[in-house]
Nanobody, 123 residues
C-alpha cells in the first residue's frame, strides 16, 4: 500500500493550495481517508476526513470554512483544497487511509499513512 501526498509549497497568507493524495495497493473506494498535520514542536492534529463514498466530510474547527476535502474514487485520489491560508496553517500535511469506511478523528485508528507534504504560509 502506498499513499503519496503532494501539492505543498510556500504561499503567502491569504493564498490557496490544493493538496493531493494518490493511493495505490488498496481498494481505495472502500477506505475512509483523512488529512492530518504536524507543525514543528507540536503534536499531529486532525484536519479533515471523508468517508468512503465522499458523501460525508468532517473538518477541524481550525480549517472549517476555509478548506474542502474531496475524493475521486475513479482516480484513487483524495484532495484538500485550502483557501485563505494563515501562517498557523504551516505544517507537514499527511494523508491516511482507514479501513473503517466511516473514518475517524483519531490518528491511531488509521491503517496506512503517506509521507508528508510541507505547507509553509508566510505572513
Amino acid at each position: 500500500v502506498q499513499l503519496q501526498a503532494f501539492g505543498g509549497g510556500l504561499v503567502q497568507a491569504g493564498g490557496s493550495l490544493r493538496l493531493s493524495c494518490a493511493a495505490s495497493g488498496l481498494s481505495f473506494s472502500t477506505y475512509a481517508m483523512g488529512w492530518f498535520r504536524q507543525a514543528p514542536g507540536k503534536e499531529r492534529e486532525f484536519v479533515a476526513r471523508i468517508n468512503w463514498s465522499g458523501a460525508r466530510t468532517y473538518y477541524a474547527d481550525s480549517v472549517k470554512g476555509r478548506s474542502t476535502i474531496s475524493r475521486d474514487n475513479a482516480k484513487n485520489t483524495m484532495y484538500l483544497q485550502m483557501n485563505s491560508l494563515k501562517p498557523e496553517d504551516t505544517a507537514d500535511y499527511y494523508c491516511a487511509a482507514d479501513a473503517d469506511k466511516r473514518g475517524t478523528y483519531n490518528a491511531d485508528e488509521y491503517d496506512y499513512w503517506g509521507q508528508g507534504t510541507q505547507v509553509t504560509v508566510s505572513s
